[in-house]
């Protein structure tokens, strides 16, 4: 079992903005692989460059949710 495994079976037990901050970094890694795995197929170039643009800016979210949650875990959560 993995951290985030362990994570993800307790979210119910932590506090709300933890578990929204562990969803973007979900979220962005979800989207990452959809477009590496579905690129070829998506024909609509409109939306091709939203769910890319969607990737990019969940991406950077995300970093900037793992950098939170690490430290409110480190601290014992959020108080």
Not at 20 to 29: G, N, Y
Request: aromatic fraction near 8%.
């Amino acid at each position: 079992m993995t951290n985030s495994d362990r994570f993800r079976e307790s979210t119910p037990y932590l506090s709300t903005s933890l578990s929204v901050l562990f969803s973007v970094v979900e979220d962005a890694k979800r989207y990452e692989a959809y477009l590496k795995d579905n690129h070829q197929e998506i024909y609509d170039h409109e939306l091709a460059e939203f769910l890319v643009d969607l990737r990019d800016e969940t991406a950077s979210t995300a970093k900037r949710a793992e950098e939170l949650l690490a430290q409110r875990l480190a601290d014992g959560g959020v108080h």
